[in-house]
């Protein structure tokens, strides 16, 4: 399909993606990372434009350029975007959480550049915020709120927990093989716990799949 062949159903909503990876700075030099490309939320944040929606994409560090048409704001860590997810949450319709957030940061940045030893190095990392979670808990009646799951095992039972907790309208598991890749297979999970299967397709097509499940939401 083309574009000018969809039906912009998207027209006039307000939809917030977040993507890429965080970075977590351990010293001016250092960080601590995942290896997230950001395809899959470049992706939906393209799809969503030419659906007709109002996309909001708040990144991480990645090598892509943002999609026309789009605002575009990017940041570092997961309290960066933590802090810009927060600003624009209240007037989205809806929300994506497709970034890999580092689940833990540095308990303590070092402002200098930490030198070596002759012995091991031994780093306490902290806890970093749920931003998906945060959403979830805000979320008003009207939002639709989707995550993502990353799983190398027990997919569809992590991913349902996962659904429950953050309070998600829809799930995709994915398994964390995806990671770097150009296509996926993942699983749709809703609240009422159906599960769809779709086979593997290139993240530009599954981008337009995610956003389809919309349709009977909207
Ligand atoms: N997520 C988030 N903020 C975090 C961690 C995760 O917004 N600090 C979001 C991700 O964007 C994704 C979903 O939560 O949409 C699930 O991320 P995942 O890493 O699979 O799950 P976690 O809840 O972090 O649990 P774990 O890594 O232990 O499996
Ligand atoms: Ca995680």
Redesign the pocket.
């Known amino acids: 399909f083309e574009s000018w062949e969809r039906e912009k159903f998207l027209e006039g909503k307000n939809i917030l993606i977040?993507a890429g990876p965080t970075e977590e700075a351990i010293d001016p030099i250092r960080y601590l990372s995942n290896r997230s490309t950001g395809k899959m939320g470049y992706a939906l944040a393209a799809a969503s434009a030419k659906l007709g929606a109002n996309v909001t994409l708040v990144s991480g560090p990645t090598n892509l350029e943002a999609p026309s048409g789009v605002e575009f704001i990017p940041v570092r860590s997961?309290n960066d975007m933590y802090e810009a997810v927060f600003t624009k949450f209240e007037k989205m319709d809806i929300a994506i959480?497709?970034?890999?957030?580092a689940?833990y940061r540095m308990k303590e940045y070092s402002a200098s550049k930490i030198k070596k030893n002759d012995g091991d190095l031994v780093f306490e990392l902290t806890r970093?915020?749920?931003?998906?979670m945060e959403m979830g808990r805000r979320k008003q009646k009207e939002q639709i709120l989707i995550?993502?799951?990353?799983?190398s095992d027990n997919l569809i039972e992590?991913a349902m927990k996962?659904l429950e907790k953050?309070n998600l309208n829809l799930i995709v598991a994915n398994s964390t093989n995806a990671f770097g890749n150009d296509s996926n297979e993942v699983f749709f999970i809703d609240k009422e716990k159906n599960i769809l299967e779709i086979p593997q397709m290139k993240k530009d097509d599954l981008a337009f799949k995610i956003l389809e499940t919309l349709k009977i939401n909207l």
Not at 97 to 101: H, I, N, P, W
Not at 128 to 132: E, G, V
Not at 147 to 151: D, K, Q, R, S
Request: glycine share 10%; net charge negative; charged share 25%.
């Open positions: 977040t997961a959480g497709c970034a890999a957030v689940d970093n915020p749920d931003i998906l995550g993502f799951a990353a799983e992590n996962k953050k």
